[in-house]
């Protein structure tokens, strides 16, 4: 789902949010179609966040209109739009075969307006896999997206990031420690 994501993100580039969205088609891997795609999904609201966090079709659609996904995305008033579950319902899933594991596959997503032009979003593999590693900067950034900026989760980032020359884990311990009691 990451990279299908990436690619939605990457037809927005290519301004695919500017006008009236009438279809969605997202090629995603074998692999992921059950898990993301099911019969279900994008057919109706996700009844909970959980549930939202699995459903292809409408993290697409919040992507396509919020410009991206972030952890605001799967929130109880977040799930609750319905101008995110009416483009979900015009996202249409298609498999790509690929021999490789699904972790380590892109995604390609094309965006069709009322006009009829149509934009397109490729990734060739999934942000922090071997074909698309995620440098330190990345990695900081999601960490600050899913934790937080507060002193104390900065902290305990720059323990993780440098746990491979620490001579104990102590540090981790006594940042993270911080942060639950902060």
């Known amino acids: 789902m990451h990279s299908a994501l990436d690619a939605t993100v990457r037809a927005l580039v290519g301004?695919?949010?500017?006008?009236?969205?009438?279809d969605v088609s997202v090629g995603i891997h074998p692999d992921s179609l059950g898990?993301?795609?099911?019969?279900?999904?994008?057919?109706r609201p996700p009844r909970t966040t959980y549930d939202a966090k699995f459903d292809l079709p409408w993290s697409v659609a919040a992507a396509l209109h919020d410009g991206g996904v972030t952890?605001?995305?799967y929130t109880p008033e977040s799930i609750a739009r319905p101008e995110v579950a009416a483009t979900a319902a015009s996202v249409h899933v298609f498999t790509v075969d690929d021999d490789r594991p699904a972790a380590d596959?892109?995604?390609t997503v094309r965006v069709t307006l009322a006009d009829g032009s149509t934009h397109d979003g490729v990734v060739d593999a999934s942000r922090g896999s071997r074909g698309?590693?995620?440098s330190t900067d990345d990695v900081l950034v999601k960490f600050a997206g899913n934790c937080g900026t507060s002193v104390e989760t900065t902290a305990l980032a720059e323990a993780v990031m440098h746990l491979a020359?620490?001579?104990s884990v102590s540090a981790i311990l006594s940042a993270a420690a911080d942060l639950v009691n902060g």
Do not use: D, L, S
């Open 165 to 167: 020359a620490a001579e």
């Open 15 to 22: 301004g695919g949010a500017g006008g009236e969205i009438t």
């Open 132 to 134: 698309r590693p995620m």
């Open 71 to 73: 952890v605001a995305t």
């Open 105 to 107: 596959v892109g995604a």
């Open 35 to 43: 898990i993301v795609a099911g019969p279900e999904t994008g057919r």
